[in-house]
């Protein structure tokens, strides 16, 4: 157990951000030069203009140079595991802020790492699980960071003017892909107007610069609320019930109290309840105080037009690549490897 809870976050997350690349690898299709659907097949036909209305999707890796304030929402499964004495000392120390001030707080304070010793002795009995849990989520926001995705559609007129509507997130987590629309979550589409399209004769197609408002703090908590913590626990739907379902209150209020032999057990149990409860709110918090500024994507787009049923429109967008930089309240940041596809609607 003491093995398990000295490994560092900083390389779980390493590991995290390393994993589920593949939907990018689709993006580039077959290296056979005979494959119809190799870009780099000159045979493949050419659409001579590039209207049409496109689902389309884009892949951002938003966790190698995240800028400002988004960057930092991690550090909350960082503090609650990274210290020796984690997960127990986190557990006391939320308890200690939750509790009522007065001479059994304070004395608390005092022997907050007395407290922290005892339970650790007492791991098994008081939170078997709550460091692999914890840490499980920790990893799969990493992996959602690292393979962000986007869902779109970009309508392109007649003259190349187009308008880009992103109406859903696309995550992957554990290799598993998921897509959420806005629409079934209340949230609203982000539209972006007044973006050029142009095709060249090579297919060559080329999508102008324009910049996309993303609410990141929205999407991360629907990541965690719809996405990850699902597949780590069926029956949670929210943090809460993750820090609920792995902590013993009643063994911790009973074990606080036999180690500093004041108050009652069920002043403790009481004290442990509210602060996980606090302890996750207060991730939801940072989340939605991060949209006080929109994260925003500079972009602009190349990509191969391709006609497959050769009648002169372009039916899919391949190998696609965004280029840019990343903005938060005024730091700017480089864009990562950002691949997009899409295809006719």
């Given amino acids: ?13 390493t590991l995290g951000a390393a994993a589920a690349t593949g939907c990018a690898a689709e ?42 304030t988004p960057g930092q929402v991690v550090n909350y499964f960082i503090n609650a595991t990274d210290d020796p004495d984690d997960p127990t000392k986190f557990l006391v120390e939320e308890l200690i802020k939750a509790m009522p001030d007065g001479a059994v707080k304070t004395k608390a304070q005092q022997y907050a790492p007395f407290i922290t010793g005892y339970l650790n002795d007492r791991l098994l009995q008081v939170a078997p699980n709550f460091l692999t849990k914890l840490r499980a989520v920790g990893n799969s926001f990493g992996q959602v960071a690292k393979n962000f995705g986007t869902l779109e559609t970009l309508e392109i007129n007649a003259a190349g003017g187009a308008t880009k509507v ?54 991360m908590k629907l990541a965690l609320d719809k996405a990850i913590i699902p597949m780590i626990d ?68 190349t990509a191969r037009g391709i006609d497959r049923n050769r009648d002169g429109k372009m039916d899919d967008i391949q190998t696609g690549l965004w280029t840019g930089g990343l903005g938060y309240a005024g730091t700017p940041a480089p864009l990562g490897e950002a691949p997009f596809f899409g295809s006719r609607m």
């Avoid at 157990?1 to 997350?13: A, E, G, K, P, V």
């Avoid at 870009?39 to 689902?55: I, S």
């Fill in 27 to 68: 993006v580039v299709g077959s290296n056979d030069p005979d494959d119809p659907t190799n870009p780099d097949n000159p045979d493949q036909p050419v659409p001579t203009t590039p209207e049409g209305r496109f689902a389309m999707q884009s892949e951002f890796d938003l966790a190698t140079n995240m800028p400002g």
């Fill in 166 to 219: 992103v109406n859903g997130v696309h995550f992957t987590v554990d290799n598993v892909p998921l897509d959420f629309l806005f629409a079934d979550y209340a949230m609203q589409n982000i539209q972006v107007d007044g973006l050029q399209v142009s095709l060249e004769q090579t297919g060559k197609l080329t999508i102008s610069e324009h910049k996309v408002g993303l609410k990141y703090g929205a999407m």
């Fill in 234 to 301: 069926p029956s949670a739907s929210n943090l809460g019930d993750i820090m609920k379902s792995v902590v013993n209150c009643q063994a911790v209020g009973q074990y606080v109290y036999e180690a500093i032999d004041i108050g009652s057990p069920s002043t403790f149990q009481s004290a442990c309840t509210a602060g996980l409860n606090a302890a996750s709110a207060a991730l939801y918090n940072k989340m939605s105080m991060i949209d006080g500024v929109a994260l925003e994507l500079g972009l602009a787009g």
């Fill in 1 to 13: 157990m003491i093995t398990t809870r000295n490994l560092s976050m900083t390389l779980l997350f």
